[in-house]
C-alpha cells in the first residue's frame, strides 16, 4: 500500500476496491449507532489554498468521527504565503501531525510535500486530479448499480482534474469510459497514455456527448471552469454550449442511468436545474458518500 495518496493509479485494483469496501463498512456501522475510536489520540492538519465545503467538512467529520483530531489551515495565513519552501513546510507539519490533507493548484506541491513528509499526504484536489472525490463516487455508483465491471460511466464536458482521476480509476479497476469533450479540452494526454496502456476496457475519447450517453449507465458532469479558471468562464460558457446535461441529453440516454455531479453546481449550465433535482441525480448520496469514503481513507492511511 503506498503511503501517500496523490493519484489512484498508484493503487492496485484490490487497494482502491478495500478503500470503498471499509467505507461502505464504516457507513453501516454509523447507521446502527457504532461509536468509532480507531483514531484516538491522532491529529491530522488540513493545508487548503482553494475553497471547499464537501471536502474539507467530510474529511473534518469523518476524522473526529473515528475519534480523532484536525487542525485547519487556509494556506495564505501559513508561512507558505510567504514562501516558506514546502519541503521545510513538510517536515515541520510532520513533527506535529499524523497526516496531511491537501488541496491546492499544482499537483506538483502534492508531489513535494509527499517527497519530504514522514507522514501520510493525502491529495484533496489539485488542478489535475480529484482522487478522494472519484473514489467515494465510485461507491456511490456501486451502491446504486452494482459491480464497476459491468457498467459503462460516461463524463461529458471538461476533461478536468475529475475527468483525469476518473480515466485512472477505469484503468486500476476496469470498467469501460467515455468521455465527450470539444476541441482543446480533452483531458490531460499523458494521464490518458498511462491509463491506457494498462486498461482491460476500452477508455474511449469522442466529441458527441448525445453518442456518449447512448449506452451509459452513469453520466457524470462537472462545472465548466473550475477552480482557478475563473477568468476563462464567458469562454467556456459558450465552447460548452453543446455539452449541457439537460432533458434532451437525457432522453438520448437509458432510462436507468443515473447522473452524478460532485458538486458545486452551477445550475443551468452544464446541467440544468431540472436534472440536478430529478431521481436519476444520486449528488447529494455522493455528497455524503465522501465522509465515509475519506474515514476509510484515515483509518486505512493513518492506522
Ligand atoms: N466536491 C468537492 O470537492 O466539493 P468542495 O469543493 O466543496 O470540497
Ligand atoms: N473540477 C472542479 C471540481 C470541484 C470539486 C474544480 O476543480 O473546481
Not at 478495500?18 to 491522532?42: P, V, Y
Not at 476496457?201 to 458527441?208: C, F, G, K, S
Request: proline share 4%.
Amino acid at each position: 500500500m503506498p503511503k501517500h495518496l496523490r493519484s489512484l493509479q498508484e493503487f492496485t485494483r484490490a487497494e482502491l476496491i478495500g478503500f470503498i469496501d471499509r467505507a461502505m463498512e464504516l457507513k453501516k456501522e454509523q447507521k446502527a449507532g457504532q461509536i468509532h475510536r480507531q483514531l484516538a489520540g491522532k491529529t491530522i492538519g488540513l493545508i487548503f489554498e482553494k475553497p471547499s465545503t464537501r471536502t474539507r467538512v467530510s474529511f473534518e467529520s469523518a476524522m473526529y468521527g473515528l475519534g480523532g483530531q484536525v487542525i485547519f489551515l487556509s494556506a495564505r495565513d501559513t508561512q507558505l504565503a510567504r514562501s516558506e519552501p514546502l519541503k521545510d513546510m513538510s517536515r515541520v507539519m510532520s513533527r506535529y501531525v499524523d497526516g496531511m490533507v491537501v488541496r491546492t493548484f499544482g499537483q506538483e506541491v502534492v508531489e513535494e510535500l509527499a517527497d519530504y513528509a514522514t507522514v501520510p499526504v493525502i491529495n484533496a484536489l489539485t488542478d489535475v486530479h480529484h482522487p478522494c472525490q472519484v473514489l467515494s463516487d465510485m461507491m456511490t455508483v456501486i451502491e446504486m448499480k452494482g459491480p464497476l465491471e459491468a457498467l459503462h460511466v460516461v463524463w461529458v464536458g471538461d476533461g478536468n482534474n475529475m475527468a483525469n482521476s476518473w480515466i485512472q480509476a477505469a484503468a486500476v479497476i476496469g470498467f469501460e469510459l467515455t468521455l465527450a469533450c470539444p476541441e482543446g479540452y480533452e483531458p490531460d494526454g499523458d494521464i490518458l497514455a498511462a491509463a491506457r496502456k494498462i486498461a482491460t476496457r476500452a477508455i474511449n475519447l469522442v466529441r458527441d456527448p448525445q453518442e456518449a450517453v447512448r449506452t451509459a449507465d452513469v453520466i457524470n458532469v462537472d462545472v465548466w471552469a473550475s477552480m482557478g479558471m475563473e477568468s476563462e468562464q464567458e469562454e467556456r460558457l459558450r465552447v460548452f454550449s453543446e455539452y449541457q446535461l439537460n432533458s434532451g441529453l437525457m432522453a438520448k440516454a437509458p432510462a436507468g442511468c443515473i447522473v452524478l455531479h460532485c458538486l458545486p453546481a452551477h445550475r443551468d449550465e452544464e446541467i440544468t436545474d431540472e436534472v440536478l433535482e430529478s431521481k436519476q441525480c444520486v449528488a447529494f448520496d455522493q455528497a455524503e458518500n465522501k465522509m465515509h469514503l475519506h474515514k476509510a481513507i484515515l483509518e486505512i492511511l493513518l492506522s
